[in-house]
């Protein structure tokens, strides 16, 4: 097996509408290894859901070229690569939860690995919660349905576009380590978008730093901080280091 | 929630205007007796009350003709204009074509087509059924193909991850975001629908309360006339109502979203 799980060549898109094009990526290359945590960080409006729906081969057309695990995106999305955690949690309001983390599996019949839903449901810790309806719901334990379902058919990437933005600082931090603590658990390649750089620093191996629009790659940061990370890790002085470093880059 | 509170809430919702309208009706049965208004001008509520039970079994009867024929139109303008909807929100090329056409058509009076519908189908209860449902298809196709066609676009993209067919994305994303939509075009057409039944009655008829308030303008027997007025206003909120009872019992979800 190929240690790059994610390659991404010279990525470029350009919206087009009304007669007016707009660049929103240009020439990204980097790549994510099997396994890994990467954050992409950057500025508001700099392409990063773009580049997230690029990868998922949900946004057509780009040019550049994305592997996955070797091969062309297009053939690994069929496989079943990805879960994908949206900005907003994109819950179905007339559905439970326990609906909600059973979608996916009602729209592919062919078998294939998959969780146990209530396995899935105990990982991200909503035991207890599987009749509840979305709008019963806090949005952080919207953000965990949208991580169950993502992981329902045992993703080998699994792709987050700011899943805590809408979280309060502690509710967040937990949730971070959950999603480590997850991550650890079923062992699968996460490419994480923030706006929060502690946050990118705190979870990841290896940060892409983005420039405003259009999207370049600024600078790929390695983590080298111990695992496994806790509340404690943030106190490190390499950590603060860390963060002081990438904040100069941002802006 | 328990019966108590529940009915304290209703007390505090609904008695405003309860209150309202009896001194409205008092004040109505007033000015009547103050200018001893004779009753073909204005007739005071007490009369009309009197007429109404008078003549109640008549009134019942037309009462239940123009129900029918509102119901019956309505049911099957809702379910032709939610059909039509679904089957034009599968194709760009038909939403394209259909779309700016129904803005427009929706935008006709329809009830004007009523005398030609005498004309062509009699004067039975048939030609009011289908003025009842025209007017009531075309708010249902045009509020619920809205529904369907705007989904937010983060819902598409998820089914577009799962790989999910056309029918998959109508069926469990499509349907269900359009019914709140459709839900609020019924309470739109029911009200069409009672006004479209009364304007066939208008046009020609021998039976409903379009029929009553016609003969009884003729005759100034305007008591009775206004007693049939009430009688479909009666009619315009019981069907209100159970549109609005269905909603809530089909839509949990939907409702709740809302108040929260
Ligand atoms: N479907 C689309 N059609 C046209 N323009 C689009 C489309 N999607 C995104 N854009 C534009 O592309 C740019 C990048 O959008 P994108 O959503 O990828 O940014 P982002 O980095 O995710 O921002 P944020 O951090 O605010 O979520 C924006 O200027 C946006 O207006
Ligand atoms: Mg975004």
Redo the contacts between chains.
């Keep these: 097996m190929p240690e790059k799980m994610i390659e991404v060549l010279k990525i470029g898109k350009e919206f087009t509408n009304n007669f007016k094009s707009l660049e929103v990526l240009k020439d990204i290359s980097f790549s994510v290894n099997r396994g890994s945590f990467t954050s992409i960080v950057g500025m508001s409006g700099c392409g990063k859901t773009t580049l997230l729906k690029i990868i998922c081969g949900i946004s057509n057309p780009y040019s550049g070229q994305i592997l996955i695990n070797g091969e062309a995106a297009l053939k690994a999305g069929k496989n079943h690569y990805f879960g994908i955690v949206f900005q907003e949690p994109t819950l179905l309001p007339w559905r439970n939860v326990y609906n909600n983390i059973e979608l996916p599996l009602e729209l592919n019949s062919c078998p294939r690995t998959k969780f146990k839903t209530d396995d899935l449901i105990r990982l991200v810790g909503l035991k207890g919660f599987e009749d509840v309806m979305p709008h019963e719901l806090s949005a952080g334990m919207k953000a965990r349905v949208a991580i169950a379902r993502a992981l329902i058919f045992h993703p080998s990437i699994l792709l987050m576009d700011e899943a805590f933005n809408n979280l309060d600082e502690i509710t967040r931090g937990n949730l971070n380590l959950e999603l480590l603590r997850i991550w650890k658990e079923i062992k699968t390649t996460v490419l994480f978008v923030t706006h929060n750089i502690s946050e990118a620093i705190f979870l990841s191996d290896r940060i892409i730093v983005l420039t405003p629009r259009p999207g370049t790659v600024r600078k790929v940061i390695d983590v080298d901080l111990p695992r496994p990370r806790d509340k404690q890790t943030r106190r490190l002085p390499e950590f603060i280091e860390i963060v002081e470093n990438a904040r100069e880059l941002l802006s | 929630m328990d019966l108590k509170r529940r009915l304290g809430l209703i007390k505090e919702k609904y008695l405003p205007s309860l209150v309202f309208i009896i001194l409205l009706v008092l004040l109505w049965e007033f000015l009547v007796r103050l200018f001893s208004l004779p009753e073909y001008i204005l007739p005071s509520p007490l009369m009309i009350a009197r007429t109404f039970l008078k003549f109640r079994k008549i009134l019942l009867f037309h009462t239940s003709v123009t129900v029918f024929e509102t119901l019956s139109g309505f049911m099957v303008g809702a379910i032709l204009g939610f059909i039509l909807a679904v089957f034009i929100c599968m194709s760009d090329f038909f939403y394209r074509t259909f779309y700016p056409v129904l803005i427009v058509i929706q935008s006709i009076p329809k009830v004007a087509l009523a005398p030609f519908f005498i004309i062509w189908m009699g004067f039975g209860i048939l030609p009011k059924i289908a003025i009842t449902v025209l007017v009531s298809i075309f708010p249902v196709l045009v509020n619920t193909l809205h529904g369907l066609v705007f989904v937010?676009q983060?819902?598409i993209?998820?089914?577009?991850?799962?790989?999910?067919s056309k029918i998959?994305v109508l069926f469990?994303?499509r349907i269900?975001s359009s019914l709140p939509f459709f839900f609020t075009s019924l309470k739109i057409s029911i009200i069409f629908s009672v006004v479209g039944a009364i304007i066939g009655e208008f046009v020609g008829a021998n039976k409903g309360l379009g029929y009553v308030i016609m003969i009884s303008s003729s005759n100034l027997n305007t008591s009775l006339m206004f007693a049939a007025l009430f009688l479909l206003g009666a009619i315009g909120v019981f069907c209100s109502l159970l549109v609005s009872l269905s909603e809530k019992m089909l839509?949990p979800?939907?409702k709740?979203?809302k108040d929260?």
């Design positions: 937010k983060e819902l993209d998820l089914m577009k991850v799962f790989h999910a998959q469990k994303i269900p839509l979800w939907h709740e979203a929260a």
